[in-house]
């Protein structure tokens, strides 16, 4: 699903106590949403970083890593 090279696959996990917001949708990140976390520890809704990882690369808030 992720052919990014240098990642693996987001974790999926659901967020147990408030985090910011996700970068990819703006959105505040709360209790009980489906996450996804990336090998370099961001966090994003998983819907989020799955239509992400669509069309890019590499993590939204680490471009060039």
């Known amino acids: 699903m992720y052919a990014a090279p240098g990642f693996a696959q ?3 996990d659901c967020l147990t106590d408030a985090k910011g917001e996700c ?5 505040d990140l ?5 996450i996804a976390r990336l090998p370099c520890l961001c966090i994003y809704h998983k ?3 799955d239509k992400w990882f669509e069309v890019n690369r590499s993590c939204p808030e680490h ?3």
């Open 10 to 12: 987001p974790a999926e």
């Open 23 to 27: 970068v990819i949708c703006l959105e």
């Open 30 to 34: 709360c209790p009980g949403d489906i």
């Open 47 to 49: 819907g989020c970083i």
């Open 63 to 65: 471009p060039g890593d």
